[in-house]
Each structure stands twice: as structure tokens, then as C-alpha cells.
């Protein structure tokens, strides 16, 4: 899969809820590798944040990102639509200190996102994929966020509030092309008891009953009621029973429920990679989301590269015998034996390493260890499947080898491993030249990496 930026910008424009300030923010299209980032063009110098798990300072009713003095409040819904669409790279230019509120959810950004269309971008999209289960708990709050190993994203969230009015509730979306249709939608919302000190700590300037859903859930005199309606600025209201006060009805009977489950995958594009793993959340916040997504960066950051996942139930997309069609090497220098990924930049193949091996004998007759040659060789012939599997007559061309660069060799590969063999072109084909970045897996661990260059000539 390619990575996605937007076709052409767009501009949102609308209240900040924490300042009340008109906001105008514009989504641009940004380069491969660029990821997510904010700036601010109202400030000397335009300073530039990355929407990365590590810049957020604050975490109270909002994600807030911050270099220095600079702050970006409430990101998280702009974030959720990006990721749920796909998209990669995009750079956010505001004027002010925050995104705007607009109705408290993420539907107009997505339909903006719809209105200037996707464009594809000459990087394969880097996933980041879950391989065991992580949880992470808070004692205190009983909140808890657990991932799971799966082959897509998706996301569950059960929330829990001592309220007679929104008791617990559970939202799950399956499928992050469904996000429009289950999730984007849902507003943030605020319970009528926590309005005054929202206003007195300056959360809530730009609040109001079109981009909130206000909770009314434990009685209060009517005075009561127009003093919090005058600090939010809006005209007094008569409430004559407990439950929610907005002119425009629940889309869902869990809209909160679903709403945190938007916040929580706002958190998640902090990360900085497309992930593939389920997500459970228990009673999630933006505290533990960030400290999630903190702990789950560290392990991006600290993993150069993945091993490709190996399921050996699964069916080769090229077995031995398509494999000799392909390649001139036969017993005893054939060293793949089938192909489990292929497209046009990269292949995974995969080497049984057994004890009848030829070359073991020599090499050593006490300590039988794979020459590291030959793992480079296996790499190099993961490539020539991969570089001749496009041409017509393969059987018709050899590669060779040019040069070889940077190899390391990082652990001995022995009877009983199974090697995977991970290589990508670093460049287009030129001249029928191929420069090719390979990885040699055992299990989670890089054993071998080379870049090598090969020639691709047609029999005579």
C-alpha cells in the first residue's frame, strides 16, 4: 500500500471551545515521510510542531501539543479523521492556539477530506504491527487500554460514569472504513455539574449547546441553571427533567461511548505510524491514551524494522516450483524455497534451514552455522524472483551481482531456523541495474542486512 496525502487543500473555520477565539485551520498536502504536523502561521518565526506521542504537554479535556511556549489544543478530532482516511502525510496551518470545535465531532473534516479526494504517493505506507499484547493500567482511575495482535485495526471502548443519565456504555468499530457512517459524527459532551469549573479554569469559552452534548443528570435550582447559561454565553434555558439538553437529539443511544472511541483514535495517530492490532480501552482519557501511545512510540522508535509476518499455513504466492521457472540456481545453490509476499518493490521469501544442508559439513563439522554469504546469496535471490516475476520470459534473464554495501552480520543462523528474507528496490530500475535493500529475519530478529546491486542481462 502506497502512502496518502490529501489531492488539494481544504480550510476549516469555527470557535475554539477552550478559547472562543474564530479559528481558521488549513489541511495541505505534504510530501512522503512527512507524517502529521501543525503549524502555527499567527506566530513569529511560524513554528512548526509534530503530532508525535511525545510533544503532548497537557492532557485535560483535550490533547495539546507543545514545543516551548507554543500550544495546539484539541487535535484529536482533526488526527481521528486523517487516520480514518488513510492519510499520512498533511500539514495543518492555523492562527490560533487550538483546531476549532465546529459541532464537537469529526464530520466535517471528513467530508471535507471526501470533497478534495486522496492522492497516492511514490513510499509504501509504514505500518507498525502488533505482535503481542500490551496493556497498560491506572490504578487509580481503573482505566486500562490493552492491544492485540490482529491484521487490521480496529477499535473497542467501554466507558463508566456514576451517572443515572449516561450509565455504562460500549462502542466497537471493526472496520476503519466504517468510521464516517459509526464514528465521525458523535460529539464531544459535558455533564451540567462540571460546566462552572470548566468556565473558571478557562476551559470552555467557546462552549455551547451546538458543539457539545450537555448532560443534566443531578438536579439543580433553576438560578443555578441561568448562572452556568451566563458563564457559557448562551441565553437562560428552563430544564424541567434530568437527561440531555441539546436542541438536536442523541444520534446514537451511546454517542459518548462512540465519541471516546474517536478520541481514542485521535490519541492513537500520535503514534506516527498506521498501526495493525485491536484495541481495547476501559473507561479511556486522554492521560492514558497519551501514556499509551508514549509507551507504543518508544517501540517504533527503538525498531528499525519489522520482521514480515509468517504464517506457515498459508498458501505461498510463489512456490519452489514456480521459483525454478524463474531462477537458473539449482541443488546444491537454490537457497528459497517458497515466496509468501510480492508486489512491485518488495518480496519476502522464506529459507528452511535444516541440518542436511551441504555445506554444514565444512562449515563447521562441531558448530554447524549458515555462511553469511550465503544469507546475502538468499537475499539476492529473493530479489531475482522479485525484479524477474515482471518480465516477460524470465527464464530468459539472469542477475548478477555488482556490488555489495553495508552488510552486517548480526547473529548465527543454524539447523532448525527458518529464515525470512525481506528485500525492496531503493531505487527504480535503471539500465537494468537494481540497488536492493535486504533483511534476513530468525523469528523477531535481524540476523543479516546488505544492499547489493544487480545487473539484469538477457541470456544469449
Not at 459524527?185 to 459535558?190: E, G, I, K, L
Not at 548478477?400 to 548480526?410: A, M, P, S, T
Request: glycine share 6%.
Amino acid at each position: 500500500m502506497e502512502q496518502l496525502t490529501l489531492k488539494s487543500p481544504f480550510t476549516v473555520k469555527g470557535k475554539g471551545l477552550h478559547s472562543g477565539m474564530i479559528i481558521t485551520a488549513e489541511f495541505k498536502p505534504a510530501p512522503v515521510n512527512h507524517g502529521y504536523r501543525f503549524k502555527r502561521i499567527d506566530l513569529e518565526g511560524e513554528p512548526v510542531i509534530d503530532a508525535v506521542a511525545e510533544n503532548v504537554v497537557d492532557t485535560t479535556r483535550g490533547t495539546v501539543l507543545g514545543k516551548g511556549d507554543i500550544r495546539i489544543s484539541t487535535v484529536e478530532h482533526a488526527l481521528a479523521s486523517l487516520y480514518a482516511a488513510g492519510i499520512d502525510n498533511c500539514l495543518i496551518e492555523l492562527n490560533g492556539p487550538e483546531m476549532p470545535i465546529l459541532d464537537g465531532s469529526s464530520i466535517i473534516y471528513v467530508e471535507e477530506i471526501e470533497r478534495v479526494g486522496l492522492e497516492s504517493q511514490d513510499a509504501d505506507k509504514d505500518f507498525f504491527i502488533i505482535k503481542e499484547k500490551q496493556s497498560l493500567r491506572d490504578e487509580k482511575t481503573g482505566s486500562m487500554i490493552t492491544i492485540y495482535p490482529d491484521d487490521h485495526f480496529s477499535v473497542e471502548v467501554m466507558v463508566e460514569y456514576n451517572s443515572a443519565i449516561l450509565p455504562n456504555q460500549f462502542a466497537m468499530l471493526d472496520d476503519i472504513a466504517d468510521f464516517k457512517q459509526e464514528v465521525a459524527s458523535a460529539r464531544t459532551f459535558v455533564f451540567v455539574r462540571e460546566i462552572e469549573q470548566l468556565a473558571q479554569a478557562g476551559l470552555i469559552r467557546g462552549g455551547d449547546l451546538e458543539n457539545a452534548i450537555v448532560i443534566y443528570d443531578v438536579p439543580s435550582p433553576e438560578e443555578n441553571i441561568n448562572h452556568l447559561c451566563e458563564l457559557m454565553g448562551v441565553p437562560p434555558i428552563k430544564v424541567n427533567e434530568l437527561g440531555y439538553i441539546n436542541p438536536k437529539p442523541l444520534q446514537w443511544d451511546n454517542e459518548p461511548a462512540r465519541h471516546k472511541l474517536m478520541d481514542v483514535i485521535g490519541d492513537f495517530a500520535l503514534i506516527g505510524k498506521p498501526i495493525k492490532g485491536r484495541i481495547v480501552a476501559v473507561r479511556p482519557g486522554h492521560t492514558i491514551n497519551n501514556q499509551f501511545t508514549r509507551m507504543i512510540r518508544k517501540a517504533v522508535k527503538h525498531t528499525e524494522i519489522q520482521s514480515p509476518t509468517y504464517n506457515p499455513n498459508t498458501e505461498p504466492v510463489i512456490d519452489i516450483n514456480a521459483i525454478k521457472k524463474l531462477l537458473p540456481h539449482r541443488y546444491p545453490f537454490l537457497l528459497i524455497d517458497k515466496v509468501i509476499e510480492i508486489d512491485k518493490k518488495h518480496c519476502v521469501a522464506v529459507k528452511n534451514v535444516t541440518v542436511n544442508e551441504p555445506f554444514f559439513p565444512g562449515h563447521f563439522p562441531q558448530e554447524p552455522v549458515m555462511p553469511g554469504v550465503l544469507q546475502v546469496e538468499a537475499m539476492a535471490q529473493a530479489a531475482g524472483v522479485l525484479v524477474l516475476n515482471y518480465l516477460e520470459d524470465p527464464h530468459t534473464y539472469s542477475t548478477y551481482f555488482l556490488k555489495i554495501d553495508n552488510v552486517k552480520f548480526r547473529q548465527k543462523v543454524v539447523p532448525g531456523n527458518t529464515l525470512l528474507l525481506n528485500v525492496s528496490l531503493m531505487t527504480e530500475i535503471r539500465r537494468g541495474c537494481a540497488m536492493v535493500k535486504g533483511y534476513a529475519f530468525v523469528g523477531e530478529k535481524i540476523v543479516c542486512e546488505a544492499e547489493f546491486m544487480a545487473q539484469i542481462i538477457k541470456n544469449k
